[in-house]
């Protein structure tokens, strides 16, 4: 197991346009979460999943956004109709249930996503 | 809500000294973790240590240390003989006590630190 995955590792968009992220977690891990991080900011919560169950949205996912885990491996990230906002790293970190108290997540890379 | 405050946005410090990272955080819980990770330029954040909030012994790992005052709300980082690897954004993050819940992390908005040869 090669660690956390984020593809893409840089994406530039169009404002308006629709974007899709791809995490890949350690395969173990049944929990799995997006954070986003802006400039100068620590990364937010955004949402997380245990195993295909998506448990607790921030409020910060606003409608344009959805996030998927459908057979509680991968997990998707989309974000519709993108604006400059928009802008930022988003990180996708997976730990076994119970565990990241204990030992931390294990992050991705992120994802840069530039809205021009 | 929590909130987690570091003070200093960037830290430079020579080779083989030691440096230390501030970090305050507010919350009416009683029952909570605080972590440090370390995100390298263009790699991926990496736990750099941890603390339980009931436990009063301060954690150490290897050349990593806190200083742990529930009391006053402070979390800090301590580095001794620093290496020009520690080169890093610094996050201090809180994670409430979640039972079987959501193990949600708050985090500070990170201090620079520089590692001078």
């Known amino acids: 197991d090669t660690g956390v995955s984020q593809d893409p590792r840089h994406k530039i968009t169009k404002r308006g346009q629709n974007v899709t992220f791809r995490c890949d977690p350690i395969?173990?891990?049944?929990?799995l979460y997006w954070y986003r991080q802006t400039l100068g900011q620590g990364p937010e919560f955004l949402t997380y999943?245990?195993?295909?169950?998506?448990?607790?949205k921030s409020r910060l996912l606003s409608d344009r956004f959805s996030a998927e885990r459908p057979k509680g491996s991968f997990s998707t990230l989309e974000i519709q109709r993108t604006e400059q906002g928009d802008s930022a790293m988003y990180l996708c970190?997976?730990?076994?249930?119970?565990?990241?108290?204990?030992?931390?997540?294990?992050f991705g890379s992120g994802t840069r996503l530039t809205v021009v | 809500a929590q909130t987690v405050t570091q003070s200093q946005p960037e830290m430079s410090v020579q080779e083989a000294e030691t440096v230390t990272l501030s970090c305050t955080y507010d919350?009416?819980?009683?029952?909570?973790?605080l972590f440090w990770y370390k995100q390298p330029p263009s790699r991926q954040m990496i736990l750099v240590i941890r603390?339980?909030?009931?436990?009063?012994q301060n954690a150490t790992e290897n050349r990593f240390s806190v200083n742990f005052q529930k009391a006053a709300k402070s979390f800090s980082l301590k580095i001794s003989d620093s290496q020009l690897g520690d080169t890093a954004m610094y996050f201090c993050?809180?994670?409430?006590?979640?039972?079987?819940?959501?193990?949600?992390?708050?985090f500070g908005t990170g201090t620079r630190l520089t590692i001078i040869p």
């Open positions: 919350t009416s819980e009683s029952n909570y973790y």
């Open positions: 993050a809180f994670m409430k006590h979640p039972n079987f819940g959501n193990e949600k992390l708050t």
């Open positions: 970190a997976s730990s076994l249930e119970g565990t990241g108290r204990y030992y931390g997540y294990t």
């Open positions: 395969s173990e891990h049944n929990r």
């Open positions: 603390q339980e909030a009931y436990k009063q």
């Open positions: 999943f245990q195993n295909e169950a998506q448990l607790e």
